[in-house]
């Protein structure tokens, strides 16, 4: 049975921690995810929770403790947020090597310099090829609802690898909305026990983690991790429905808002596809058919689902909160397009750079970007991308 609450991002990814009760966290704090670790510090000295409280001296310790105790066999969590995350980068890659299925909550923060604590995704889409799943949360609803489904997929067989449930720092993290949380026991009982087919304390089958990967056996293991990558997305996808049955809340890999006539659509992730919708909504009234594509999972990146809804359309734009200094746009633009290629879709696209730094996106800049896309479908040029936002 589901319980009325008024929480922010932060407090309701505790909330969700709590509830889970993994059998390790350990975390060093940063803006704008300190609150998480906390909050879990504070149930732990309430006596609420179980879980074995690692405090340590950098964010590289922390991620290296989620995966020394995750070898040992035991479910392991933490949080962080831009350059404690970039600390973490070179852990990164060795946990989803090792196939450890840690969960990771980022608070989405842009990453310096100059020095910068408000959001951006340049944190998170860094390390978007480490090998790890991202799943990005529109509100704090679904950052909680994220993070009760990300052990559930990532200790799944088929996948065996870790999770990142983003959330936008301040804009989601710090502000109070009302959500719907699970009882603790149907919690539990949806998230059910770590048990692993491999781990080191276990002295009837001998393994390790972490040996030197040499010539004749990396590419082969690297091939493994692409393969359970894309078994995830069904592994995502069966979760998110069983979690639906649990609570009358469906996610699948992307959303489709006003979709099914649109003629206009923008992509984004996270907290400004709310601003999005509201924008979609407004224009509809108008009379112009725009809708809206809300990316939740990036990795695995679903390049067939992206293409499949934009098969209609006249214009597409493809909003990033990250540059890619690549002469092309941001990560997201890049993948879209390279989507619509593999999809012979003809469609006009254009990448939208924007807040950066924590630059407010209004719903005025949704209205300049759909009025852009529709002179873009009369047959005006398609540039690679533009900045909105940008004070000239």
């Not at 690692?54 to 922390?62: L, Y």
Request: aromatic letters at 8%; a negative charge; one cysteine or more.
């Amino acid at each position: 049975m589901s319980k009325r609450d008024r929480l922010s991002g932060n407090e309701a990814v505790a909330a969700a921690i709590r509830q889970i009760d993994p059998d390790v966290i350990a975390a060093f704090p940063i803006t704008p995810s300190t609150e998480i670790p906390q909050y879990v510090s504070q149930f732990k000295a309430e006596g609420r929770l179980s879980t074995e409280f690692v405090t340590v001296e950098s964010e590289h310790s922390a991620i290296s403790a989620c995966a020394g105790a995750q070898a040992a066999g035991v479910r392991a969590m933490t949080a962080t947020s831009s350059a404690g995350f970039a600390l973490m980068h070179e852990m990164l890659y060795v946990v989803a090597s090792d196939r450890l299925p840690v969960v990771m909550a980022v608070v989405n923060r842009a990453l310096t310099g100059p020095i910068n604590i408000n959001n951006d995704h340049s944190d998170s889409m860094g390390s978007r090829d480490s090998g790890w799943l991202q799943l990005y949360s529109e509100n704090a609803q679904e950052a909680y609802d994220n993070m009760l489904m990300a052990h559930r997929i990532a200790e799944s067989p088929e996948v065996m690898l870790p999770v990142m449930v983003c959330q936008d720092g301040f804009i989601t993290s710090h502000a109070v909305e009302n959500i719907l949380l699970e009882d603790d026991e149907a919690v539990k009982a949806f998230v059910g026990e770590y048990h692993p087919k491999d781990y080191l304390l276990n002295p009837a089958r001998p393994v390790a983690f972490g040996p030197y990967g040499i010539s004749a056996y990396y590419m082969e293991l690297k091939k493994q991790q692409t393969e359970a990558m894309e078994r995830s997305a069904a592994v995502i996808r069966e979760v998110s429905r069983q979690y639906g049955h649990m609570t009358g809340r469906y996610y699948d890999l992307i959303e489709e808002y006003r979709m099914e006539d649109a003629q206009l659509a923008v992509i984004c992730i996270g907290s400004s596809a709310g601003t999005g919708k509201a924008a979609v909504d407004e224009l509809r009234g108008q009379g112009i058919q725009a809708g809206l594509l809300k990316i939740r999972a990036f990795r695995p990146f679903p390049g067939r689902e992206i293409a499949a809804a934009l098969a209609r359309v006249k214009a597409v734009g493809i909003m990033d909160k990250a540059d890619g200094f690549s002469g092309s746009g941001g990560p997201l633009g890049a993948e879209v397009r390279a989507a619509l290629y593999q999809a012979k879709a003809s469609v006009p696209a254009v990448n939208f750079i924007y807040g950066l730094g924590g630059r407010d996106v209004r719903v005025d800049d949704f209205y300049n970007i759909f009025g852009q896309l529709g002179d873009m479908a009369d047959g005006a040029e398609a540039p690679m991308y533009r900045y909105i936002g940008v004070r000239e």
